[in-house]
């Protein structure tokens, strides 16, 4: 004969055990969107930039494969509907196909082609290059003169490309804050510039929200 309160105290555990992954699973769903939030929010860029970015993202990571295979590796970066390529192609036939392949995309305003005709870039590059971005960002973090959150740090190869919204003074200081890194072969700007008076303007705009 089944025991009714014990069964139905077995439930009870059950029941909150779901509940809490549930709690959990909501607490972190919130907690990303808030932190995704506050980095759209110091992005100096507009929204309706940063979601094109988003999808030139996409649509040029999507199509450039076929393009490319595997004789070549390629980076697409995006900000302000400006794209950047980066990496190795076989050739330069193929590194124009690239370009105009990006270059179609609804909403690039722009095409910045640094592919190098070689064949594509070691692990351990990639691994240097990815720690040398991830120091570049630090120390643009720890100099107080600039905000961090405005530019967009890519490396390849040693040469760290710069890009954002910065005015002339911030684009200097973080170029010279970045050939102050180890491993930073080349610095390259690749900057949109704003004024002091639209720096000051953007963050009255962002207090008041």
């Given at each position: 004969m089944t025991n009714k309160p014990i069964v139905r105290l077995a439930a009870s555990f059950a029941l909150c055990a779901v509940a809490a992954t549930s709690l959990q699973g909501c607490v972190g769903l919130v907690v990303g969107t808030a932190v995704a939030g506050a980095m759209a929010a110091t992005d100096r860029r507009t929204l309706g930039a940063q979601t094109e970015d988003k999808a030139i993202l996409v649509k040029?990571?999507?199509r450039i494969p076929a393009i490319v295979g595997d004789a070549g590796h390629v980076n697409v970066t995006s900000f302000n509907r400006k794209v950047l390529l980066t990496g190795e192609v076989k050739d330069q036939a193929?590194?124009?196909?690239?370009?105009?392949?990006?270059?179609?995309?609804?909403?690039?305003t722009g095409v910045i082609n640094e592919l190098e005709i070689a064949g594509p870039s070691s692990l351990t590059s990639r691994s240097n290059d990815a720690l040398v971005t991830t120091k570049v960002k630090a120390s643009l973090v720890e100099n107080k003169q600039v905000s961090a959150h405005a530019f967009k740090v890519v490396t390849e190869r040693g040469i760290v490309y710069l890009m954002g919204l910065v005015t002339q003074r911030e684009?200097?200081?973080?170029?010279?804050?970045?050939?102050?890194?180890?491993?930073v072969h080349k610095v390259v700007k690749i900057l949109d510039y704003i004024t002091e008076d639209q720096l000051k303007s953007m963050s009255l705009t962002r207090q008041d929200q």
């Open positions: 040029g990571e999507t193929m590194k124009q196909a690239v370009e105009r392949e990006v270059a179609s995309i609804e909403g690039v684009g200097e200081i973080a170029a010279e804050v970045t050939r102050g890194v180890g491993g």
